[in-house]
Each structure stands twice: as structure tokens, then as C-alpha cells.
């Protein structure tokens, strides 16, 4: 079955930039979705449709794809950016999937 | 405003049932697909239903048989009936909505705690 594959974890220093890969089968052909998760709260919207910033979401954020790669970049890290990061996508056998999670700590 | 309310999770035994509800405000239900997805404590999320503004519905593998979705209009309420409960099951449940069921999952609820466990 469709499965999206994100690295469980990953450091960055405050100022530099985050990039957290999830990889697919033929990715390349749906659309991917990004939500922060920060601890005790739900899940909130960052990036929609591979590359769109919902309204209110900072320009730090942004997401690409290349082949069967999305890709989740967070320029200018700042503390407030520790969370959670899930990737998800639309599979017509599978139905929705996420990613593992990737857990951004910024020290 | 649009708001997501949960509610119905509890504890329940090995092989019981729970519905749970989702009171939904700011927008009718009827004009969306809504989903439930659920996460388990300090695991990643996991999609379980869908069911379309067109009445079409979709399950994951392991709740298909088990688990129903459905929505009354009348009350702008989304449902998810859930029997034959296992420990896999326990989770936080979110409800969720998006324009379309490939679109993304923009309105989020606070989640309600379902916890099977004897």
C-alpha cells in the first residue's frame, strides 16, 4: 500500500534553515499537504497543494517537489518552530496517508 | 467562526462499542468532505474515515467493518460509530475538514480521547 516516508527527527540551530524531506511512489503525481503539530495542541495546515501558504502561515514556510520528493523548508528558524511535522497526501486505494513525523528541535 | 467540537470518547472494554460526535460550526457540513483521523499517545497521525459531500465514504483497512461514518444535516454533525473496540484503537480522534477528499485538511478539532483498555 501508498506509504509517505519522513525522517523521524532532525536538529537545527536558531537562524538556520530546515529542510525535512518525505518520500513517496510516484509523489510526483498528487498533490502533498504539510501540518505543524506543536505538543498537547492539533494539528494546523502549513503548506496545501505541494507549494500553497494558507493565509496567516509565516513566509519562513514553504514546500516544493521534485519526483517522488516533497520537500518542507523553514528558513530563519526560530524556537517557536519546534514541533511536529507531518506530511500527507491522497492515495485512490489506500485513501489519505500520512508521514511518520518528523520531530524539528531547535537548539 | 469555524469550530470542530468533539465529543463522545470515553472508556471502553475490549469488544464494546463508542460514537463519537463532531458538532460542527461556520460552515455546512454538507458542502465538504469530513474526516476523522486519530492519534495514539506520542504516535504519528492516522487517517480512519471520509466521507464525501457526496455521500461517499472510505475507510482504512484495519476499521473497515468495524467502524461507520455518517452526518446529520439537520444537526450539522458528523459521526463516527465504532464497534468491536481493540487496544488498537485507542487514540485521540480528530475531526477534520477539507474541500475535497485529496484536498488538504484545513480545519482541525481539539480531538476527543477514546480509550480501550479492560
Known amino acids: 500500500s501508498f506509504a509517505l516516508t519522513q525522517p523521524p527527527s532532525l536538529s537545527v540551530s536558531p537562524g538556520q534553515t530546515a529542510t525535512i524531506p518525505c518520500s513517496g511512489d510516484?509523489?510526483?503525481?498528487?498533490?502533498v499537504c504539510w501540518y505543524q503539530q506543536r505538543p498537547g495542541q492539533s494539528p494546523v495546515l502549513i503548506i496545501s497543494q505541494n507549494t500553497k501558504r494558507p493565509s496567516g502561515v509565516p513566509e519562513r514556510f514553504s514546500g516544493s517537489i521534485s519526483g517522488n520528493t516533497a520537500t518542507l523548508t523553514i528558513t530563519e528558524t526560530q524556537a517557536l518552530d519546534e514541533a511536529d511535522y507531518y506530511c500527507?497526501?491522497?492515495?485512490?486505494?489506500?485513501?489519505?496517508?500520512f508521514g511518520g513525523g518528523t520531530k524539528l528541535t531547535v537548539l | 467562526e469555524v469550530q470542530l467540537v468533539e465529543s463522545g470518547g470515553g472508556l471502553v472494554q475490549p469488544g464494546g462499542s463508542l460514537r463519537l460526535s463532531c458538532a460542527v460550526s461556520g460552515f455546512t457540513i454538507s458542502g465538504y468532505d469530513m474526516h476523522w483521523v486519530r492519534q495514539a499517545t506520542g504516535k504519528g497521525l492516522q487517517w480512519v474515515s471520509t466521507?464525501?459531500?457526496?455521500?461517499?465514504?472510505y475507510y482504512r483497512v484495519s476499521v473497515r467493518g468495524r467502524f461507520t461514518i455518517s452526518r446529520e444535516d439537520a444537526k450539522n454533525s458528523l459521526h463516527l460509530q465504532m464497534d468491536s473496540l481493540t487496544a488498537g484503537d485507542t487514540a485521540v480522534y480528530y475531526c477534520v475538514r477539507s474541500s475535497g477528499k485529496s484536498d488538504a485538511f484545513d480545519i482541525w478539532g481539539q480531538g476527543t480521547l477514546v480509550t480501550v483498555s479492560s
Open positions: 510516484k509523489l510526483g503525481d498528487k498533490f
Open positions: 500527507h497526501s491522497w492515495d485512490t486505494t489506500t485513501g489519505a496517508v
Open positions: 466521507l464525501a459531500f457526496a455521500g461517499d465514504t
